[in-house]
C-alpha cells in the first residue's frame, strides 16, 4: 500500500522517433513474478490471490500523488496493470502501490518465508494511424520484493547482518544500495 514514485523520462536521442513529438504516448505498468517458474504460472497464480483476496488489486496508481498522468484506467481483468497517457515533453511521475505481498505467493514449508521477487514492468507505445496505442516504443523493469513493514525492517537487518559476515571480496558481488533505481531496458 506505500507509494512508489516511477519517474517516466523521455530518453530518446536528438532526432529519434519524431513522429512522437507534441504527442501523448501510452504506458502499461504491471507488477509480475521474476522467478521464470512462477511466470509459467502466473495466471493460476494471481487467480488463486484473487480468489483470496476478493475485490482487491495487485497494483493501484496513487492518482492524488501522481503528476502528467492522463486517462488512467485499471481494468477490472488485469489486477496486476494500471495504465495511462502522458506528454514526454512534460515532467511526469506515476506513483505506484502494490497491495501484494512476496510471501503470499510462498509455499509455506518452515516459517521464516523469503518471499518471491516481483517484476516492476513498463511499457511503453505510441499512437498508430488508426488512433490506438499499440505501436511498442520501450520496456523497461526493476525486481522488487514487497513486505509488511515490519517484516521489511526484519528482512533488512538479517540482510546486512549476513553482508557484515562476508569478505570484502565477496561484497564485490552484489550490487550496493541506492536511492533511486534506474529500471534497466527490456529487450
Known sequence: GQSYEIRMLDNRKAGDIPEINGKLVKSIIRVVFHDRRL???????????KWNRPGDRLLDLDIPMSVGVIDIKTNPSQLNAVE???DPTKCTSAFIQVHCIST?????KHGGEKGV???IQVDTFKQTESGEYTDHLHSASC??????????????????????????????????????TVLTEVG
Open 143 to 180: 525486481q522488487i520484493k514487497v513486505f509488511k513493514p515490519k517484516g521489511a525492517d526484519r528482512k533488512q537487518k538479517t540482510d546486512r547482518e549476513k553482508m557484515e559476515k562476508r569478505t570484502a571480496h565477496e561484497k564485490e558481488k552484489y550490487q550496493p544500495s541506492y536511492d533511486t
Open 84 to 86: 495511462f497517457l502522458w
Open 117 to 119: 521477487p516481483f517484476r
Open 39 to 49: 511466470q509459467y504460472t502466473e495466471h493460476q497464480q494471481l487467480e488463486g490471490w
Open 104 to 108: 503470499e505467493f510462498t509455499p509455506r
